[in-house]
């Protein structure tokens, strides 16, 4: 992260007191992940009437009906997904950008789908201000993937599914991860995917959860696309 330096940053203190009380005291021990959690300035992907709650612990509005997800939560979902150096992960639902500065201090590369094209754009202008060179990004319906890049070594649904899309499974390497919150519209499960062969997948259930819905071919197909 380039064009950032935390010594002049009034948000530091906010910053470090986040990440001891809702990180570490729940139980993350990722020590990369909690490096990048002290590292992003999370502020900055928040929309300015709420800039000051940004550190606190919630999710907060983004604009278009959407939410930047609680930091508790990025920080679980990121974990599950153990990031290595050498990851290429798809991340389905850009929102503000934030879940996606975090994958990009820990991967090799972010392939990030946003389905609102003003939402992207927004999160694509601070990320690159942030000096992030490996993201790339595409505006459509995620729930079907982006095939460009498949296979996938990671992948993390940051919007509620009412089932596992299929094509995401597909795109996931064996040996693979995927997290993702999968329920009904207004309750979730976020759920481990491990392929573990071309044709297996094993599931665990972690914790419940509540998401902005998944529009889109594999979405809830009440959901205006
Ligand atoms: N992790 C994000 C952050 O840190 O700001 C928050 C993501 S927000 C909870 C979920 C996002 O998924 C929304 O921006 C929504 O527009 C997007 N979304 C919903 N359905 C989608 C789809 N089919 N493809 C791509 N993005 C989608």
Redesign the pocket.
């Known amino acids: 992260m380039k064009g950032w330096r935390t010594s002049d940053d009034p948000y530091r203190a906010e910053r470090e007191r986040m990440v001891e009380q809702q990180i570490i005291t729940r139980g993350i021990t990722h020590p990369r992940v909690i490096e990048a959690m002290r590292k992003v300035p999370r502020h900055l992907?928040v929309p300015e009437p709420y800039r000051v709650q940004a550190y606190a612990d919630m999710?907060l509005p983004?604009g278009?009906?959407?939410?930047?997800?609680q930091p508790f939560?990025?920080a679980a979902m990121t974990a599950n997904l153990d990031p290595q150096e050498t990851d290429r992960v798809l991340?389905?639902?850009?929102?503000?950008?934030?879940?996606?500065a975090?994958l990009a201090e820990l991967v090799q590369e972010v392939w990030t789908?946003?389905?609102?094209p003003e939402?992207q754009e927004r999160?694509r202008e601070v990320l690159e201000e942030l000096g992030y060179t490996n993201i790339r990004y595409r505006v459509?319906?995620?729930?079907?993937g982006w095939p460009e890049g498949a296979p996938y070594d990671k992948i993390?649904v940051?919007?509620a599914s009412p089932s596992i899309p299929p094509p995401l499974v597909e795109q996931l390497k064996v040996g693979g991860i995927m997290v993702l919150p999968v329920g009904d519209r207004w309750g979730q499960d976020l759920v481990k995917v491990t392929k573990v062969s071309e044709t297996e997948a094993e599931h665990q259930v972690l914790f419940p959860c509540a998401?902005?819905?998944?529009?889109?071919?594999?979405?809830f197909p009440e959901?205006p696309?």
């Open positions: 992907f999710p983004i278009y009906g959407q939410t930047i997800s939560m990025v991340e389905i639902g850009t929102g503000s950008g934030y879940q996606t975090i789908i946003e389905v609102i939402l999160a459509g319906d995620g729930s079907k993390l940051a919007a998401f902005v819905p998944l529009k889109g071919a594999y979405g959901e696309f």
